[in-house]
């Protein structure tokens, strides 16, 4: 997965390869928490490497993180805000699983056993 990661933001060195490992540790572990499985699919591999790709890609490029969420809407004149973050980002921002990635892991979710 850190390959994928690093192909697709485009880095060509291991200056941020710490970082990536950490938050796909994080990434994977709320994603196994959260489906009840023991093994990742490629589904899920891939979901996490999406998800952790877009927590990389402002710290990578130096732009602000944009969580998806929306912050505010505007009927008259038609205005959408975002939720948009502080271009410095701790390692506990961004990792953790919005209300659409919850939506989409539904799918890879199983029942608990006791």
């Known amino acids: 997965m850190l390959e994928n990661i690093k192909l697709i933001l485009n880095i060509t060195d291991d200056k941020h390869d710490n970082l990536i490992l950490l938050y796909l540790a994080k990434v994977e572990t709320m994603v196994v928490d ?3 499985v023991n093994e990742l699919t490629e589904g899920l591999e891939s979901f996490i490497e999406d998800k952790v ?3 990389m890609k402002p710290l990578v ?3 602000t993180q944009n969580t998806g969420e929306i912050k505010s809407i505007s009927r008259g004149d038609t205005k959408i805000e975002y939720n ?3 271009a410095t980002v701790s390692t506990s921002n961004g990792a953790t699983l919005t ?3 919850k939506e989409f892991l539904k799918q890879y979710r199983r029942a608990r056993c006791w």
């Open 34 to 36: 959260y489906c009840n």
């Open 53 to 55: 790709v877009s927590i």
């Open 61 to 63: 490029t130096g732009g």
């Open 84 to 86: 948009v973050g502080d």
């Open 99 to 101: 209300s659409s990635d």
